[in-house]
Nanobody, 124 residues
Framework: QVQLVESGGGLVQAGGSLRLSCAAS????????MGWFRQAPGKEREFVAV????????YYADSVKGRYTISRDNAKTTVYLQINTLKPEDTAVYYC?????????????????WGQGTQVTVSS
């Protein structure tokens, strides 16, 4: 398993940008597929993006494609989520998650480690 801590959330105006970070503990970060999920008020948690061990493969939910970018820096044991042109609909708690392995998954069932979440609130 791996310990994950998200940061970078906050209150931002619509049209702005944020970069969320997820710092991972341990020395085997490159062994994990990393994902981002979010949970909006009154809604179930949903998949956002996923990235493989070396960053060579990514996959995004249709709802965020074009505005969100997932990336990772294995030397810093950190995964990022860049969010551009923020909309009020992006308001949610954002979670990063880790799955040991090399294949991508969009299901939270396949991720064994989770961060505590970071709140993103977009005002208009």
């Amino acid at each position: 398993q791996v310990q994950l801590v998200e940061s970078g959330g906050g209150l931002v105006q619509a049209g702005g940008s944020l970069r969320l970070s997820c710092a991972a503990s341990g020395r085997t970060f490159s062994n994990y597929v990393m994902g981002w999920f979010r949970q909006a008020p009154g809604k179930e948690r949903e998949f956002v993006a996923v990235i493989n061990w070396n960053g060579g493969s990514t996959y995004y939910a249709d709802s965020v494609k074009g505005r969100y970018t997932i990336s990772r820096d294995n030397a810093k044991t950190t995964v990022y989520l860049q969010i551009n042109t923020l909309k009020p609909e992006d308001t949610a708690v954002y979670y990063c998650a880790a799955r040991r392995g090399s294949w991508l998954s969009t299901s939270e069932r396949d991720f064994s480690s989770w961060g505590q979440g970071t709140q993103v609130t977009v005002s208009s």
